[in-house]
């Protein structure tokens, strides 16, 4: 290739390049910047992770800042061009491989102490008020209020069931939370540690609500354990999806979990109970699994 052949090459290349950047810098000054990080989320697991996420990420940020920053300093003041000479007596200097040893692994070691910490918290299973068993079928969920008599299934709703049919004639878009509302949602009290016993009926499914910050697989068989405490002040309704792929209609599996404020969910508890007593319908739950659960005590 001739010099100005390279030339030619060389700027059409970085034509090209700022075109790009120029076009990538246009859409995300319009894009949504919020979407872009991990949901904070609204339970007191969700938080420590998010503050785990941002801690590790300023980590990463600074070692990039740091490392690059001298590799292009050095790139660029010792070129070629300008005579540099290659140093031969840092070829193999044990001083500076020990040093750029050392220093990553405290490093390590530094971010995996909150880690550890967090993990385990993520598993302590203590002090439950509620227990909640889940189990994912294809497609749908259903959850019991161990030791309180309610159970119910969680379907996909009629509207969104509806419109995802072929040739509906139904505009997804005229549907309010378009096969992400359910006919009837899981309710729970806020500022309560309620734990959740998942499983399945048939195939794997996941239990997955993105603002608990909490995601594990229901397995048939098989008793997985996660707790969710939201915050008091978190009110509101939550929405999820089954997360593991479960067959042909695993995205019609949604979650909604209401919440309550403790009083609210007790009227609404007793309101369930009644209900059910009723119609006569409350399965008992396992007694393998109501055994194994802790005395039940809801806060007001
Ligand atoms: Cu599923």
């Not at 999806?241 to 979650?255: K, S």
């Amino acid at each position: 290739m001739s010099f100005h052949m390279k030339n030619a090459f060389a700027r059409r290349a970085m034509q090209a390049a700022s075109a790009t950047l120029f076009a990538f810098m246009a859409s995300v000054s319009h894009a949504n910047w919020g979407g872009l990080n991990m949901p904070e989320g609204v339970s007191i697991l969700s938080k420590k992770i998010y503050g785990l996420h941002m801690l590790i990420l300023w980590v990463c940020v600074v070692l990039a800042v740091v490392v690059f920053g001298v590799m292009i300093y050095s790139l660029f003041k010792f070129r070629r061009s300008k005579g540099a000479e290659p140093d031969k007596t840092m070829v193999h200097s044990t001083k500076v491989e020990i040093v750029w040893t050392v220093i990553p692994i405290l490093i390590l070691v530094g971010m995996a102490v909150p880690i550890a910490k967090t993990l385990i918290e993520i598993e302590d299973m203590g002090e439950v008020g509620l227990n909640i068993k889940v189990t994912g079928y294809q497609w749908k969920w259903e959850y019991e209020y161990l030791n309180e008599d309610v159970s119910f299934f969680s379907t996909l709703d009629r509207q969104s069931n509806a419109a995802r049919q072929l040739n509906s004639g139904i505009d997804p878009k005229s549907v309010e939370h378009y096969l992400l509302n359910v006919d009837n949602p899981l309710v729970i009290p806020a500022g309560v540690k309620i734990r959740f016993l998942l499983t399945a009926q048939d195939v794997i499914h996941a239990w997955w609500v993105p603002d608990f910050g909490m995601k594990k697989d229901a397995i048939p068989g098989y008793v997985n354990e996660i707790w969710v405490q939201v915050d008091a002040d978190k009110v509101g309704t939550y929405r999820g999806q089954c997360a593991e792929l479960c067959g042909q209609d695993h995205g019609f599996m949604p979650i909604v979990v209401e919440v309550k404020s403790p009083a609210d969910f007790d009227a609404w508890l007793r309101a369930k109970q009644a209900e059910q007593k009723v119609a006569g319908s409350s399965p008992t739950a396992p007694a393998t699994i109501a055994s194994a659960a802790p005395a039940t005590t809801v806060a007001q």
